[in-house]
């Protein structure tokens, strides 16, 4: 019997999709156990006739979806955007890919439409936090403050009547302090009756679902969203988002017992990236950020903005690993390294009063100018250097890297060991995006 949670193990953009899909092919159920569309995992279509090689871009729907075997799930502690949901499994179709094995938690939250404008009114404001706009914040705010609208209620018309009703006129107050025009309950009531009739079908207590594939011991993937610098509780607060992308909360986004979990794999870019504010110690300002940006193809799956960009931060990464106790790690984007003389890695920070630290702050010691979240840290990296390689593309196991990359590897290795309780070990790795260029290590 095997849960695996995939989980990001760095800021985000990891290349948790690419593990996922390749994880899915053995996978009997995959789900989405967090998070909503304000992320995006990107995907090779590998699997139809119709669009092959194009990059499909996964808002909602998790990875597994382009393996037919597997059923896939939108998990409880998801929030949702009907109308973006119903879009992408649109593109889906539009390339032959079939939905039919996709399945809603009745008990995920509905991201409304007054949930995306109140994020917008509010990253608008002088504390821009860098998110997307796509209304997750507020979303999950009103799950916690106990007015939130599940799926299931969108089955169930006088309920959602009752339920909807006092949501909005709450959420019309913040509209109009705001300056914005309050929205009518009808047409917004309509909007919603009529995603419970195209997604109805569709919107079912996943429990005996799960239940039936854990006791019948089927493998089953939990897939995260963003990554732990992320986590509303441990990461970069406030620049976070508004949920815990850990595996600690993966059983309980997706409906098992946290027991069950047996194998987290932490996905690890060879590399770091970050969109938004907050603070980013290894960023590079300089012509090598721009270059691993451009060489990475370092531009949001949702929104296209650029991604920040700079050396592995093995601070982060020793961090993460405690938080989350990895078993395993896959490495990403290997081949962007390809061709740099000299790589860095840093090891330890050191404060401005000279002070070298080697355990992850707080926010307010990273970045005390709050007034400009994306202010240079004050904190200053501590690296090690590391001897550059040629290419890395065509290598297909361990034995067929370069000497460099495979010590730059297992330097990443031994950073995320540092005083955890479970000892991670490197298991895959990728040097480009087709899916023979990823390979597991015995």
């Not at 953009?13 to 092919?25: C, S």
């Not at 393996?67 to 929030?79: H, K, S, Y």
């Not at 009745?106 to 509010?122: F, Q, T, V, W």
């Not at 009703?165 to 929205?183: K, V």
Request: aromatic fraction near 8%.
């Amino acid at each position: 019997m095997s849960v695996t949670a995939v989980v990001g193990a760095q800021w985000g953009d990891e290349g948790k999709g690419r593990i996922v899909d390749y994880l899915a092919q053995s996978s009997k159920v995959v789900i989405r156990f967090q998070g909503g569309d304000n992320a995006g995992h990107t995907i090779i279509n590998q699997y139809t006739q119709h669009a092959p090689d194009q990059k499909v871009a996964l808002h909602h729907i998790p990875s597994g979806i382009f393996n037919p075997e597997t059923q896939c799930i939108i998990g409880t502690g998801c929030v949702v955007n009907a109308a973006s949901l119903l879009k992408e499994m649109a593109e889906l179709a539009a390339i032959g890919l079939s939905t039919a094995n996709l399945w809603l938690s009745e008990r995920a939250h509905l991201i409304l439409p007054y949930h995306a404008m109140l994020d917008g009114l509010n990253e608008n404001t002088k504390q821009s936090l860098g998110t997307t706009k796509k209304g997750i914040g507020p979303a999950y705010a009103d799950k916690m403050a106990r007015r939130g609208l599940r799926l299931g209620d969108l089955k169930h018309p006088e309920w959602l009547r009752s339920r909807l009703q006092p949501a909005l006129d709450l959420a019309n107050r913040e509209l109009t302090y705001f300056g914005h025009a309050a929205l009518e309950f009808e047409p917004l009531y309509q909007q919603c009756l009529t995603w419970g009739e195209q997604l109805g079908p569709k919107i079912i207590n996943t429990l005996p679902l799960l239940q039936a594939a854990y006791q019948q011991k089927q493998p089953i993937l939990l897939e995260g969203q963003l990554g732990v610098m992320r986590d509303i509780d441990w990461g970069i607060y406030p620049y976070v988002t508004s949920s815990n992308p850990t595996p600690s909360y993966a059983a309980a986004g997706a409906g098992l017992p946290v027991t069950s979990i047996s194998q987290i794999v932490a996905v690890v870019k060879a590399y770091s990236t970050a969109v938004g504010a907050g603070p980013l110690v290894t960023e590079l300002h300089d012509e090598v950020g721009q270059r691993l940006r451009d060489v990475g193809h370092e531009y949001g799956a949702t929104t296209g903005r650029p991604r920040r960009c700079g050396w592995i931060d093995g601070v982060a990464l020793a961090y993460s690993s405690w938080l989350n106790g990895f078993t395993d790690l896959a490495v990403t984007k290997l081949d962007v390294l390809d061709g740099f003389e000299e790589l860095k890695i840093c090891t330890g920070y050191r404060l401005p009063t000279g002070e070298i630290i080697t355990h992850f702050p707080n926010t307010i010691d990273l970045a005390p100018d709050m007034a400009d979240p994306n202010k240079p840290s004050t904190i200053e990296p501590i690296y090690e250097s590391y001897e550059g390689w040629t290419d890395t593309k065509s290598a297909r196991s361990w034995d067929e890297l370069p000497a460099a990359a495979q010590r730059y590897l297992k330097r990443i290795e031994e950073l995320t060991q540092i005083g955890t309780m479970v000892t991670p070990k490197l298991r895959y790795i990728s040097v480009g995006a087709e899916r023979d260029q990823m390979f597991e290590l015995n």
